[in-house]
């Protein structure tokens, strides 16, 4: 099958190659997908388990990307909950080969439906974006009617999310981002935008809940903004505490219930992705290199 591969953790996204890899067979648990469209995240190339496996063997050369949208193909020993034929999507295990290929071989766990007439490209562009701003909203920062969030990277694949799914559950939505962001996070529901670059991000005063994507000076800064008994949820890495709250920093997992809230919001209007390009697998290397500054999403359809 086709596929792209990394091999030299030091090129990054530079040392991505498009190449001929064995077809996966599935194991226990599995399911055989044929990928119709596939994400990527830049940054898991700097991730130890996009090189080496659980026990820390490498693994390489690995298939990157970890969003699938597909078909199913094939049933490994025991699976259960999912058919062949049957059109799925999801998010992949993040130490197995990855989804820029034509198979992947998947926890059937970690897939979901996808309706018919949800696009393949749609569906790629959910998992690690909708299930990252659902666990951290709702799990994680158990979040109420009436609470006030406040969102930092409004405008981008994360937190264009959460910006929609808390004014969905009844929030009130501070986002913040670059000045040139702002109508981004307006229109994808925020009530009140903070300019990082031009405002002064303490004058929001006491939230709830802050959902922060940075981490750095910003995430100790937004620390101070938690209220007594608020919460601030990372998804950037540990570190800043509000003083009399809680911090919680957390990795995304597949989850295929949520998976089905997100798509059914998707469904009917009430939750928009945010795809940029849409490219295929024999020009995924030069997507994922551009020469110029893209925004939204890159999708990469496998199958036209
Ligand atoms: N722990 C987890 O489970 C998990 C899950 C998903 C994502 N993540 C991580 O979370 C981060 C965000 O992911 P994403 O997909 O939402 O990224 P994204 O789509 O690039 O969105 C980031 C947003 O923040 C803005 N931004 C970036 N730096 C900024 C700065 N210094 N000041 C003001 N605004 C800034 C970006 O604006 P521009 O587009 O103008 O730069 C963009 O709107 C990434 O580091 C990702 O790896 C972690």
């Known amino acids: 099958m086709k596929a792209i591969v990394v091999t030299d953790q030091a090129a990054g996204t530079g040392g991505m190659t498009l190449t001929e890899r064995p077809k996966p067979s599935p194991a226990a648990n599995d399911v055989l997908v044929q990928i119709h469209a596939s994400g990527f995240t830049p940054n898991e ?33 025991g699976t259960a909950g999912l058919s062949v034929g049957q059109r799925v999507f999801g998010l992949t295990d993040w130490t197995r080969d990855g989804t820029l290929a034509e198979y992947a071989a998947v926890e059937a766990r970690n897939l979901a439906p996808l309706p018919g007439d949800v696009e393949f490209t749609v569906g790629a ?32 694949g994360v937190g264009s999310m959460v910006t929609q799914l808390a004014l969905e559950a009844g929030a009130y939505v501070i986002g913040t981002g670059r000045a040139g962001n702002r109508q981004t996070a307006l229109d994808f529901g925020a009530q009140e935008f903070v300019d990082l670059e031009n405002d002064t991000l303490e004058d929001v ?22 209220r007594d008994g ?4 990372s998804i950037a890495g540990p570190g800043a505490r509000p003083a009399n709250g809680l911090a919680i920093d957390f990795v995304v997992e597949s989850d295929r219930a949520q998976l089905g809230e997100i798509v059914q919001r998707v469904r009917s209007g009430r939750l928009r992705t945010s795809i940029g390009t849409v490219s295929t697998l024999d020009d995924a290397v030069s997507a994922f290199n551009p020469t110029e500054r893209v925004k939204g999403k890159t999708v990469i359809r496998v199958r036209p």
Do not use: K, M, N
Request: aromatic residues 8%; proline residues 4%; without cysteine.
């Open 45 to 77: 190339l700097s991730w130890p388990s996009s090189w080496t496996d659980r026990l820390d063997r490498d693994r390489t050369p690995s298939i990157p990307g970890h969003e699938l949208a597909g078909v199913v193909t094939a049933l490994g020993y």
């Open 230 to 233: 608020g919460t601030l949820v």
């Open 125 to 156: 562009s959910l998992p690690i974006s909708g299930l990252t701003a659902w666990q951290g909203l709702f799990e994680h920062g158990r979040l109420q009617a009436g609470q006030s969030v406040l969102v930092h990277g409004a405008a981008g």
């Open 205 to 226: 005063g006491g939230v709830d809940l802050v959902f922060d994507v940075f981490g750095g000076d910003i995430g100790q800064r937004s620390a101070g903004l938690a």
